[in-house]
């Protein structure tokens, strides 16, 4: 059985929540949230700081006198210490979810779900319109809170966020973006646009191409075929004549080989690692000038880096996989 | 049941101490990487008959499997028979298709320069007995593709016209062209000295070649000292000395034949003194122990003033080539009485050629004296590569001065900036110059159309055009010179960098290869590039090797 001034007041302590820097939304809440006349009988007290600094922390909990419940916290600060009577007192916990297992979870939880509610009537971006963003890992999220939160719990949180996060950017109140703010990870892997590469006033187009541990700088200008790499010929760099043929071979798929100079810089690896990252270099630094060669690139394997590397070695083998050879004791 | 002893006490209790501890001295560290001043325990004898035909591993050690044992088929190759198999020259393939209208290098075509110049960028053969002549001078090479096809043939270059502009100007008034050719591993270089050898023979030259310069030095034949006339003490390699003469007199026979002694020499046995100078050649070539002392006296006959009225007294211009030249322009393998070094220069044969290099044994007759550097065996020979880059630079160099003398004439006279004409300026390739002079080509073409745009005075057009001079390759003033090296090179030597073949030049030769059906496809216009890029910008070996050998 539960009456209805309980419920409302349970809202009301959902509203009045413990994050300082949503304490000037308060009132703004009011005129949204359904419950407007929240100052009944009982009130969420500031959390208890047991810290000897009073200046900026605020108290965990609140006493309140039986006797004045209508009395603004102003008012109880003011007049503190001296006429306590402690017998009379009563502590309220900051937030209902106090008595929960992962209180500032449930905290968190409440709020997205009060925001969604609140603002589901705002326009939202087509479906896969919107912003990527990179939210916080459960691990971080469970570091953070230092609360034992599962992942069904935090799936349903990150549900939120999303739905959230499809609120169209130009109507984006201010609450959302501070809230979802508070959930992104600090790095945000998805701003990181790669620059075009350009054809520069005098006609170079400059890219950059990896393969294994090698990576390789190269110059591309509008020319008749010449190719330098690291100041060497092509043929006095590499003995290896497929090596060759790969260093060029974006130029060579494309029949474009007596069409452009190649100037290269390479470092790192071995000779097949620096040919084939100028293989790639290459073919960045072509699309650069003909930007309409990129699928006949990819079908000649030019555009993706190749992402293989030396696998590392594991403890109790030789090497990478190789077992030790058996011995007759 | 455990005894009341412990057993390891006992056993030690059993050992005196003094011969324990002389135990311990005697052992070894259980590992150490100092060698063990005792000596090796004494080898266990293989048990006869037992162990014979098996493998030395240990037992259990390796799987037994048939595949394991090496089986030895056949018998083993006699000392020196891989060495012959590797040096082998095999100038002819049965399955190659013979090239119609093929052209020869004839002796029409080497006399007048005219022509040659008409057949340039075209693959010409070498005749039969030129082949012959070549062959006796080894210089026909292994690993240079002639096995590949129904006979040989090469490129005319214009390095080649060059040559043989220079073998007729030798032979009309009797001058000697002295010169180094460097570049590239598989440029040319030693065909063009073979194409040299070709057009002097073809013209009834005398020719001399040392196939390679790399056996002289590197102490595998016998040397003894000797004395020269001056007291300096040289070495003379008796046996490659012979084999050197017996080149010569099989490819110049004919010619030799007909040339008699024209002087007294001193020799350690008694000569007719009408003998032919292939007689005297073989005889040297016969006897190690003669073959200095004839070697001289062939060379002063050849030195020798000609006398086209006498019989026999005629002499023909000389041709001189040497193969891997940067091996005589360093420090040899051999070892003096002090076991101190001896310079190459100090050895008799490549002393000999290095004065004749250098000018300093003249001949009077006319002839050429050429040398190729070898890139695949490159010794570090840090002064000859020096004059070589400096040389180079200076041939380039020129160039630019005559276009900065022709702006100064003009500036002097001009009116106005406008007025001066630019087009050879702005003909100027920079890329074509060797690196140093390259930036300044650069350079200059940049701030003279600089000044030139930006309407600037003539007479800060004058102050820059004086300041300009270009700047060659310096000697590092803390590192020590060849003095015997610098002594030849600073003689007025030329040198020749071979460079890579244009396209017009790599679209003939593959043509060529396509016409002997040793390439596959049509000879298009994408190919070419294609392999000329691939080829390091036409290196002609390279351009081989990629087209012709290369199985994919």
């Known amino acids: 059985m539960e009456s209805p001034l309980l419920r409302r007041c349970v809202r009301a302590a959902a509203h009045s929540h413990k994050h300082i820097r949503r304490r000037p939304h308060i009132q703004q809440y009011r005129f949204y949230a359904a419950p407007t006349d929240s100052q009944g009988d009982i009130r969420a007290a500031s959390p208890i700081r047991f810290s000897s600094n009073h200046t900026s922390s605020q108290p965990r909990a609140e006493l309140l006198d039986n006797d004045s419940p209508s009395t603004s916290r102003e008012k109880a600060r003011s007049d503190d210490a001296p006429e306590v009577d402690l017998f009379t007192l009563r502590i309220v916990p900051a937030s209902p979810s106090y008595f929960t297992a992962t209180p500032q979870y449930t905290d968190d939880l409440l709020h997205l779900s009060t925001l969604s509610r609140r603002h589901q009537l705002l326009p939202v971006l087509p479906p896969g319109q919107a912003p990527r963003t990179a939210w916080k890992t459960i691990d971080q999220y469970k570091t953070e809170r230092a609360e034992p939160v599962r992942a069904k719990g935090y799936k349903t949180l990150l549900k939120l966020l999303k739905q959230l996060n499809y609120i169209h950017p130009s109507l984006m109140p201010e609450e959302v973006k501070t809230t979802l703010e508070t959930f992104k990870r600090d790095v945000q892997p998805y701003l990181n646009v790669p620059k075009p590469i350009t054809v520069d006033a005098y006609g170079v187009s400059v890219a950059v191409g990896r393969r294994k541990s090698s990576s390789a700088k190269v110059y591309l200008v509008e020319g008749t075929g010449e190719c330098v790499i690291n100041g060497r010929t092509l043929n006095s760099y590499f003995a290896r004549l497929h090596d060759r043929e790969s260093a060029v071979w974006a130029l060579k798929a494309t029949q474009r080989l007596d069409k452009y100079n190649v100037w290269a810089l390479t470092k790192g690896g071995g000779t097949t690692g620096q040919a084939e990252a100028i293989t790639l270099a290459v073919a960045k630094a072509l699309m650069a000038h003909e930007p309409d060669l990129r699928p006949a690139l990819r079908r000649a394997g030019c555009v993706t880096r190749d992402p293989k590397r030396v696998e590392r070695k594991k403890p109790g083998k030789l090497k990478a996989r190789k077992m030790p050879a058996w011995v007759k004791r | 049941m455990s005894s009341s002893v412990c057993l390891r006490c006992f056993k030690r209790a059993l050992i005196p101490p003094e011969s324990s ?42 799987l037994r499997l048939t595949k394991n044992k090496r089986v030895q088929t056949g018998r083993p190759p006699a000392p020196g028979e891989r060495k012959a198999l590797r040096k082998r020259i095999v100038l002819s393939n049965t399955n190659a298709l013979d090239v119609p209208g093929l052209e020869n290098l004839t002796t029409e075509n080497v006399k007048d320069t005219g022509r040659l110049r008409e057949l340039e960028g075209r693959v010409l053969g070498f005749g039969e007995d030129t082949v012959d002549a070549m062959r006796a001078l080894e210089a026909f090479k292994p690993g240079q593709g002639w096995s590949l096809f129904k006979r040989p043939a090469a490129l005319v270059r214009k390095d080649m016209i060059e040559l043989g502009e220079a073998v007729q100007n030798a032979k009309e008034n009797n001058s000697v062209a002295r010169r180094v050719v460097f570049g590239e591993r598989g440029s040319g270089k030693s065909v063009l000295l073979l194409q040299g ?32 006339a001056e007291g300096e003490t040289i070495y003379v390699q008796p046996h490659y000395i012979a084999g050197v003469l017996g080149n010569i007199a099989a490819a110049n026979r004919g010619l030799l034949n007909d040339l008699r002694l024209s002087k007294q020499h001193k020799l350690p046995i008694p000569l007719q003194s009408n003998i032919s100078l292939t007689r005297l050649v073989e005889l040297g070539a016969r006897d190690p122990q003669l073959a200095y002392p004839i070697w001289k006296a062939f060379l002063s006959e050849m030195t020798a003033p000609s006398q086209p009225e006498k019989q026999g007294q005629l002499r023909p211009p000389v041709f001189v080539g040497m193969d891997g030249v940067d091996h005589i322009m360093r420090m040899s393998a051999y070892l003096d009485t002090d076991m101190k070094p001896i310079h190459a220069h100090d050895l008799a044969i490549a002393r000999d050629y290095a004065s004749l290099l250098s000018g300093k044994t003249p001949l009077p007759n006319g002839g050429i004296v050429m040398a190729a550097t070898s890139a695949s065996t490159r010794p570090a020979v840090p002064t000859l590569d020096h004059f070589l880059a400096r040389k180079h630079a200076e041939t380039h160099a ?44 650069q350079n200059l073409q940049y701030l003279v159309l600089r000044f030139h745009d930006q309407n600037a005075s003539l007479h800060s057009l004058r102050k820059y055009l004086h300041s300009f001079a270009p700047k060659l390759p310096e000697w590092n003033p803390f590192e020590a010179m060849d003095q015997h090296v610098a002594d030849v090179m600073q003689t007025g030597v030329g040198v020749t960098k071979m460079e890579g073949l244009s396209k017009e030049e790599a679209r003939s030769v593959m043509e060529y290869y396509a016409r002997s059906g040793m390439m596959r496809g049509a000879v298009t216009e994408g190919l070419v590039s294609e392999r000329w890029t691939l080829a390091g910008g036409g290196i002609v070996g390279e351009l081989e090797r990629g087209a012709v050998r290369a199985r994919f």
């Open chain 2, 398 to 441: 020129q160039a630019l001065t005559t276009i900065r003398d022709a702006l100064l004439d003009q500036a002097k006279t001009a009116k106005s900036i406008q007025d001066i004409d630019l087009t050879n300026l702005e003909a100027l390739t920079p890329a074509s110059f060797p690196p140093p002079l390259a930036l300044q080509a």
């Open chain 2, 197 to 228: 050898m070709a057009m002097a023979y073809l013209q009834g030259w005398v020719v001399l070649h040392f196939p390679e310069a790399r056996p002289i030095t590197n102490a595998q034949t016998a040397y003894q000292p000797i004395q020269t």
């Open chain 2, 21 to 62: 501890s002389s135990l311990t001295t005697a052992h070894r560290a259980a590992f150490s990487t100092s060698p063990s001043l005792s000596a090796n325990p004494p080898k266990k004898k293989p048990s006869v008959g037992k162990t014979q035909g098996k493998s030395q591993a240990k037992p259990g050690k390796t």
